[in-house]
């Protein structure tokens, strides 16, 4: 009797997760991950310490910076890490909050997959439930203009507060809302903001109260000559995206020469060259050179004569910023330089930051672009100061754009929690209790915030439930003084744009992890499987 033969159609050494385990495998990573960030969230959060291969330490409590450092391993894992990385690219904060969502409702969804209903059910139910999301914080949020200074100042400082910017939050707050007004711009009726256009430098050993916003551009360069002024007041600037230097041959040249004369007369005939060049520079008037190529011992020498400042080698991307600081056109061909190519600045300087020269480009007329210096007590004190400035500079642009915020302190949410309740219960069919569950993750927000300040959660969830009931929209949590309170009043304010967009991710990886019932993991090597068999892939080590 002929006996049945295995059939293998993976290569040896791959694995395969099917059904109900590898959507408990994948939820299961998923939850690890939110957990992991979990208690950075809020005013009272936690700081993490990621001490790298190498030795490097990074203390911080930034969502994606945590999650990135972690350098995590399972796939599943890995698309939570990309909902961060999504929130952080979009607008710069909020990546705890999209996190801790996307773990939330994987979780709820958990439980309804264990009373037998269907992944695609509870998949199309979430994503119902996200669409009304938008919908009712659209509704539910305030106006704001960039004329709103006090509201975006508070958006600010709602970014800072519970990271280490927190000490110098009021100054730093002021600078990060002067330096996106000043960058603003108008295009077919909307208000753009590149962020970009405001650059961020770091300076260690100073109190960060002693952060300042430049009206100009700081480079890491130096004068290129002892012989030029260190000061030049009254700039009249010249880009140049040339070398100041004579030109070589484009392809691989010999030149002759029978006698010495003739090398003289060839050396006088450079020399003669790099004078025109530097008389052509002269002419336009200019008292300051920035130029993104080289620049010749020989030119050097006849700027430094005239009392020109002169730097070279500078970044294409500090170059585009001084254009929009100084009003500058970057000029590319040494021919076609004029005098209606120079921008101007109040003062361009040498300055020393810690063992390096600086070029500082300051006092410029209406800048559309400007550095923000900001300072620390030491190398990890400064990293985590310019993180949180980040994170409020990407809040008040993205309320700026957006013009509509919203107040935070889990006010949103807990609003967001009862109306889509309330939607769940004009549905029919299984939907509604994916709804239902969507409605209770939104809850993750506030009931965090409570845990993390060492509050009761049920009692603090209880207590805002019973506000928004009698309709106080922005009913939030005061974790400082552990009770409710109108959080709009309180100034904790943050943009729209953080909610929707984290609610959007957050929904999305939901539903893409909930319909995934076979996981198929290659080998590397042969020598064993690309995925951990089970769990996270996160020992405890990780965590």
């Known amino acids: 009797m002929a006996q049945n033969q295995p059939i293998f159609i993976l290569a040896e050494g791959s694995q395969r997760t099917t059904g109900r385990d590898a959507q408990r495998n994948n939820i299961a990573a998923a939850k690890l991950v939110a957990e992991t960030v979990r208690t950075t969230l809020g005013p009272k959060g936690m700081?993490?310490?990621?001490?790298?291969?190498?030795?490097?330490?990074?203390?911080?409590?930034d969502g994606v910076?945590?999650?990135?450092?972690?350098?995590?391993?399972?796939?599943?894992?890995?698309?939570?890490?990309?909902?961060a990385k999504t929130q952080e690219a979009q607008v710069g904060d909020g990546t705890t909050t999209a996190v801790i969502i996307a773990g939330e409702?994987?979780?709820?969804?958990?439980?309804?997959?264990?009373?037998?209903?269907?992944?695609?059910?509870?998949?199309k139910g979430y994503r119902l439930a996200a669409e009304r999301a938008q919908?009712?914080?659209?509704?539910?949020?305030?106006?704001?203009?960039?004329?709103?200074?006090?509201?975006?100042?508070?958006?600010?400082?709602?970014?800072?507060?519970?990271?280490?910017?927190?000490?110098?939050?009021?100054?730093?707050?002021?600078?990060?809302?002067?330096?996106?007004?000043?960058?603003?711009?108008?295009?077919?009726?909307?208000?753009?903001?590149n962020t970009d256009d405001i650059k961020i430098e770091k300076r260690e050993g100073k109190g960060t109260d002693e952060s300042e916003l430049i009206q100009g551009i700081a480079i890491d360069k130096e004068r290129v000559?002892?012989?030029?002024?260190?000061?030049?007041?009254?700039?009249?600037?010249?880009?140049?995206?040339?070398?100041l230097e004579v030109k070589t041959t484009e392809t691989d040249a010999k030149i002759q020469i029978n006698d010495p004369t003739q090398m003289q007369a060839f050396l006088d005939q450079e020399e003669r060259m790099l004078k025109e060049i530097a008389q052509k520079v002269i002419a336009t008037g200019a008292n300051v050179v920035?130029?993104?190529?080289?620049?010749?011992?020989?030119?050097?020498y006849y700027l430094a004569k005239e009392g020109i400042y002169a730097v070279r080698r500078v970044k294409k991307s500090d170059m585009d910023k001084?254009?929009?600081?100084?009003?500058?056109?970057?000029?590319?061909?040494?021919?076609?330089?004029?005098?209606?190519?120079?921008?101007?600045?109040?003062?361009v300087e040498e300055e020393h930051i810690g063992d390096e020269q600086w070029t500082f480009v300051k006092d410029c007329?209406?800048?559309?672009?400007?550095?923000?210096?900001?300072?620390?007590?030491?190398?990890?004190?400064?990293?985590?100061?310019?993180?949180?400035?980040?994170?409020?500079?990407?809040?008040?642009?993205?309320?700026?754009?957006?013009?509509?915020?919203?107040a935070g302190a889990g006010a949103s949410e807990v609003e967001l929690s009862k109306r889509i309740r309330e939607f769940a219960n004009s549905l029919s069919g299984r939907e509604q209790l994916a709804v239902q569950a969507f409605a209770d993750a939104m809850e993750i927000i506030p009931r965090t915030l409570a845990e993390n300040a060492g509050l009761d959660p049920i009692d603090m969830l209880t207590e805002l439930k019973s506000q928004h009931d009698k309709k106080v929209k922005w009913a939030g949590l005061d974790v400082f003084k552990g009770k409710t309170v109108d959080a709009w009043k309180a100034g904790v304010i943050e943009p729209l744009k953080i909610k929707t967009q984290a609610i959007k991710s957050a929904a999305e990886v939901a539903e893409l992890i909930l319909r995934i019932d076979d996981v198929i993991a290659g080998s590397t090597d042969g020598k064993g499987p690309a995925m951990p068999p089970h769990g996270s892939g996160m020992g405890p080590d990780m965590m």
């Open 105 to 123: 409702l994987l979780k709820n969804a958990e439980n309804l997959l264990d009373k037998d209903i269907h992944p695609t059910v509870i998949a």
């Open 290 to 300: 920035i130029c993104q190529k080289g620049i010749d011992d020989v030119v050097q």
């Open 365 to 406: 007329k209406n800048p559309k672009a400007v550095t923000l210096i900001v300072t620390g007590g030491t190398k990890h004190v400064v990293d985590e100061v310019e993180r949180a400035v980040k994170d409020a500079i990407g809040d008040v642009s993205a309320a700026v754009k957006d013009g509509k915020v919203v």
């Open 135 to 193: 919908k009712v914080l659209n509704e539910i949020a305030e106006s704001v203009t960039e004329k709103s200074e006090d509201v975006l100042k508070k958006v600010a400082i709602t970014a800072m507060t519970g990271k280490g910017a927190e000490a110098a939050k009021e100054h730093l707050a002021n600078l990060a809302v002067k330096a996106v007004k000043q960058v603003v711009e108008r295009e077919e009726g909307k208000l753009v903001v």
């Open 322 to 347: 001084l254009a929009r600081a100084t009003s500058a056109r970057i000029v590319s061909n040494i021919k076609e330089i004029a005098k209606a190519d120079l921008g101007s600045a109040g003062t």
């Open 225 to 243: 000559h002892s012989g030029m002024p260190k000061v030049v007041k009254g700039a009249k600037i010249l880009l140049l995206d040339v070398a």
């Open 65 to 83: 910076t945590i999650l990135e450092e972690m350098q995590i391993e399972h796939p599943a894992a890995k698309m939570i890490v990309e909902v």
């Open 47 to 61: 700081d993490k310490m990621i001490v790298d291969s190498v030795g490097d330490i990074i203390v911080t409590n």
